[in-house]
């Protein structure tokens, strides 16, 4: 699998670094200032540039579903030159945006099917597979597989993401999760009804008002970033992801 051309930055983290500077030294020199992070962001292999934006928080598809999806983010303030970044972002490179998408979900959808190069510092972007690149902390791009990226995912959905409202199973971290998935495939057992049973055996608090399996298939669906396949441009509809194997549903609560 060769580097694609083309790099697909996370507009996000761009423009709110961009912001949070702007705040404070003023807009005057903004465009050369997001011309240049740019152009730092990007892999020498690639030659071609594509901006990832997220739509809006409220507008995001994972509400649906779990309506406490970084709902805690709203008590903290953008920065006021947010808005202007994305604008400015826009009208100097090619983006792209989605109704009810996250950039995250339009860079996993590139980066699967091959056709761009993943850059951007959130390492919640690994659980696609494809290549990608973080230029605070990587030299080269990296290419991460599709069992290297299932993992992972299997490994967000158990511990879930405390800093977008998700909460996981109790008490697991990345130890627990990595130890449990290992344990499971040492055992030759299947890996999503492993974590859905496991989801079973926890005692659930009664206010969450939704039985063990939509739980856990909640939490599944909000760590997963879209790959190719998961999403219709022409429709603009979203196939949220579904577990390949039955379910006990004598394990719900």
């Not at 934006?53 to 309506?67: A, E, I, P, T």
């Not at 973080?134 to 511990?159: G, I, R, S």
């Amino acid at each position: 699998m060769n580097i694609p051309k083309l790099a697909i930055l996370d507009g996000d983290i761009i423009a709110y670094r961009a912001a949070f500077w702007a705040d404070v030294e003023g807009i005057e020199e903004l465009k050369p200032r997001l011309k240049q992070d740019v152009k730092n962001w990007m892999p020498e292999e690639c030659s071609d540039t594509l901006v990832a934006l997220s739509c809006k928080r409220k507008d995001n598809f994972r509400k649906d579903f779990w309506s406490n999806y970084k709902e805690h983010r709203n008590a903290t303030a953008s920065p006021d030159s947010l808005g202007y970044c994305k604008e400015l972002l826009s009208e100097l490179f090619d983006s792209i945006e989605e109704p009810r998408l996250e950039a995250d979900d339009l860079m996993g959808i590139y980066v699967s099917r091959g056709d761009a190069l993943g850059v951007t510092i959130d390492k919640d972007l690994r659980t696609i597979p494809g290549y990608h690149w973080n230029p605070d902390k990587e030299k080269k791009p990296t290419l991460v597989t599709e069992e290297a990226a299932d993992f992972f995912f299997y490994q967000q959905w158990m511990q879930g993401d405390s800093t977008d409202g998700i909460p996981g199973l109790w008490r697991v971290g990345p130890k627990k999760a990595i130890k449990f998935l290992n344990n499971v495939i040492e055992n030759d057992e299947d890996i999503i009804e492993a974590i859905f049973d496991k989801y079973a055996d926890e005692e659930r608090p009664e206010e969450l008002d939704m039985n063990t399996k939509d739980f856990a298939l909640a939490m599944a669906r909000c760590v997963r970033i879209l790959r190719d396949g998961e999403y219709d441009f022409e429709s603009q509809t979203i196939n949220l992801w579904e577990p390949i194997v039955g379910y006990n549903d004598s394990k719900e609560s």
